[in-house]
């Protein structure tokens, strides 16, 4: 698997393997990151939703909360996820992502990673309610973590990159459609992750 840590390298896969993503580690300072892994940490409503697996139901190996603007639904993995309000927090970092990009969002998944063993396996974002072609915006607070990311039918197109503390990685078209993703688990002793993945809900 090949490690893409810089934004130039990402843009560059685009015109010759489709993998349309773009990186920006320094999306917010570190002071304005800080304050909102605290705040986002102690004030989300966080969830742990079970899921089922074969038969088999778990608890989600990670927390959640879900936030939308005028009441949007969100389902998947059959789980029915509680639908909050979108917080000023949450619609300033809305504003601020739509200033870098022209694509729309009006709700954000948070996910917290407490440790090394909370994860999200191969998975792509391509609910019904996200539309044909899904767009992303994913934020990182706090620990640093890699992500996958892999061709669904050519072998070798494999990425990963470490997401960094208040970076934007941006996943645009096609990124749902042929493309899966993943955080994995890590035996290393790190500290919580929260992710924040924008998104449009019709």
Known sequence: MIELPF???LEALKGTTGLNISYF???LSKGKSDLLYKKFLDNIPWQNYKIKIF???YDQPRLTSFHSIGNKKYNYSQIGIKNNIMTKDLSSLLNKIHDKTDYRFNSVLLNLYRDGMDSNGWHSDNETELGEDPKIASITLGQERFF???HKKIKHLRYKILLKHGSLLLMGEKSQTE???QI??????????INLTYRYIY
């Open 25 to 27: 580690p320094d999306f």
């Open 184 to 193: 994995p688990k890590t035996k290393k002793k790190i500290d919580p992750r």
């Open 7 to 9: 934004k130039n390298k």
């Open 148 to 150: 996958h990311i892999k």
């Open 55 to 57: 038969g088999k139901t």
């Open 179 to 181: 493309w899966v993703h």
